[in-house]
T-cell receptor, first 114, second 114 residues
């Protein structure tokens, strides 16, 4: 079965500092996509960053970057220069290449403190 | 460009009743996916509709059914409601049903079953 595990239920970081959220996944597939989604307290899920498994280069979107280790099946999210607006629940998600089905982890609640 | 909208925002039903949730996809999108998010958990995939046809289904019983209309809006119907059906129901729209097509989420419908 394809699963996604986020081992950190809650994390906190001081404003302007860097934080890393962990994610591991299990699959026998070779081609797939990985995502990090942000769900602020207002509930609307927003895509933060996407990584295609066949691309070796780690994805980067402004202050957000990933460390994709395909052999280890690890996909961590680094948030640099944390801002108060980054406070949210963050979900790691896996998507097999041949479906539109997103498989989510349990989420990590991130609190950015002033 | 109009984003994904869902109605109603909140809903309270009693066990055994039936419920219909609605989703309007983002302009230009032809695919809608539905997810169930229990409190404090990650979303779980229910099913996806692509051009009015079911295009994948998660591990949910047949009492969860759906429709997609010619304008690509969608309904999620749940019959014989159970207490465990209490959750946030999210829909997401995309242009195409593959992982390269970003899914845009709506704000969700909070269903409470008493």
């Amino acid at each position: 079965a394809q699963t996604v595990t986020q081992s950190q239920p809650e994390m906190s970081v001081q404003e302007a500092e860097t934080v890393t959220l962990s994610c591991t996944y299990d699959t026998s597939e070779n081609n797939y996509y990985l995502f990090w989604y942000k769900q602020p307290p207002s509930r609307q899920m927003i895509l933060v960053i996407r990584q295609e498994a066949y691309k070796q280069q780690n994805a980067t979107e402004n202050r957000f970057s990933v460390n994709f280790q395909k052999a280890a099946k690890s996909f961590s999210l680094k948030i640099s220069d944390s801002q108060l607006g980054d406070t949210a629940m963050y979900f790691c998600a896996f998507n097999p290449s041949n479906t539109g089905k997103l498989i989510f982890g349990q989420g990590t609640t991130l609190q950015v403190k002033p | 460009e109009t984003g994904v909208t869902q109605s109603p925002t909140h809903l309270i039903k009693t066990r055994g009743q039936q419920v219909t949730l609605r989703c309007s996809s983002q302009s230009g999108h032809n695919t809608v996916s539905w997810y169930q998010q229990a409190l404090g958990q990650g979303p779980q995939f229910i099913f996806q509709y692509y051009r009015e046809e079911e295009n994948g289904r998660g591990n949910f019983p047949p009492r969860f059914s759906g429709l997609q209309f010619p304008n690509y809006s969608s309904e999620l119907n749940v019959n014989a409601l159970e207490l465990d059906d209490s959750a946030l129901y999210l829909c997401a729209s995309s242009l195409g049903g593959l992982p390269r097509n970003e899914q845009f989420f709506g704000p969700g419908t909070r269903l409470t079953v008493l």
